[in-house]
């Protein structure tokens, strides 16, 4: 079992989802900080704060429970949402890498602070064993910093087009040009531009 420790920010709706990262996890052999498997003293925001303190690296999984309570505007949603926020405002004082997954869906609520963005479902056999290697390279203690670049991958950063957002991420995700996105700050369509190196406004 290896030393190193992830995050896992979600809602426990999207259960299906959170075990099939853990699933990727237990493959690479790599600790996850889930709240619900934790014993947790109040006050929580203590012991979430100690997690991501022992973390490499927070990943917010984006599932459809998530995502359903935010168009339906959901009381729960608000509690979710603080802790979201309090997660990766804690992740990116600490200057970890923060990664956003969505689970086949279009995100539907703003994330300011992400430094890595994959949009395709862990379902998907060439996502589950791609997210095996970042977890890898968590594990040998390589991060992912903006613009990330590898003789596998090649260039993965890119940034948002609109004048008042200019986001920079790497997006982790085998696009052909012209290929739809929403970007994770201002929630605009992006389309891919020039491959994989930049976005442009749709």
């Known amino acids: 079992m290896s030393s190193k420790q992830v995050f896992i920010s979600h809602t426990q709706k999207d259960v299906e989802f959170c075990d099939k990262f853990d699933a990727v996890c237990v493959r690479v052999g790599i600790k996850v900080f889930r709240s619900e498997f934790e014993t947790i003293v109040p ?7 100690n997690g991501i303190n ?17 168009s339906e505007k959901n009381n729960e949603w ?12 804690v992740a990116c004082q600490l200057g970890i890498d923060v990664w956003a997954i969505c689970d086949d869906v279009l995100i539907n609520f703003p994330m300011p602070y992400i430094n890595n963005y994959m949009t395709v479902s862990l379902g998907r056999p060439d996502a589950f064993t791609y997210m095996r290697r970042v977890l890898e390279n968590y594990d040998s203690d ?35 040009p012209e290929a739809r996105i929403i970007c994770p700050q201002c929630l605009r369509p992006l389309i891919l531009s020039e491959g994989h190196l930049r976005l442009r406004k749709a």
Not at 54 to 64: E, P, R
Not at 149 to 175: Q, R, W
């Open 54 to 70: 022992n973390s490499v690296a927070l990943f917010l999984l984006v599932g459809k429970e998530l995502v359903k309570n935010q």
């Open 142 to 176: 390589r991060t992912f910093k903006y613009p990330y670049a590898s003789p596998e991958e090649g260039n993965t950063g890119i940034y948002c087009g609109y004048d008042n957002c200019k986001m920079e991420f790497n997006l982790h995700v085998a696009l052909s």
């Open 78 to 89: 608000n509690y979710t949402q603080n802790w979201i926020s309090y997660e990766i405002g």
């Open 43 to 49: 006050p929580a925001w203590g012991a979430i704060k």
